[in-house]
Nanobody
């Protein structure tokens, strides 16, 4: 079983920055093919933010491109999401996800992802 633990959420004003972290065991980190960040705002469906594929390429949702950056630290078995120029509409629970099967995680969630963290809450105020 792969365990993913998110941290780094909090409350900031619009225009600010946050860095989210997703920690996994070394075994879990090495056994996954793709990883990503997803979010769910109150009353809305879960949506993709950005993913990193098996080949290391990153893909972002239109809402995140240019403002958010995904990175991996293999030595620390940690996935990061740097979020800049935050907007009120970025308010959501942010989830880390990983899958050992797919070369590419589905940014639009058209197929399932095996492992999910419990989430970290991001609140952006105006």
């Amino acid at each position: 079983q792969v365990q993913l633990v998110e941290s780094g959420g909090g409350s900031v004003q619009a225009g600010g920055s946050l860095r989210l972290s997703c920690a996994a065991s070394a075994y879990a980190f090495s056994s996954t093919n793709c990883m990503g960040w997803f979010r769910q705002a109150p009353g809305k469906a879960r949506e993709g933010v950005g993913v990193v594929d098996l080949d290391g390429k990153t893909r972002y949702a239109d809402s995140a491109r240019g403002r958010f950056t995904i990175s991996k630290d293999n030595a620390k078995a940690t996935l990061y999401l740097q979020m800049n120029s935050l907007k009120v509409e970025d308010t959501a629970m942010y989830y880390c996800a990983a899958d050992p099967r797919w070369r590419q995680c589905p940014l639009n969630l058209t197929y399932d992802i095996a492992y999910w963290g419990k989430g970290t809450l991001v609140t952006i105020s105006s």
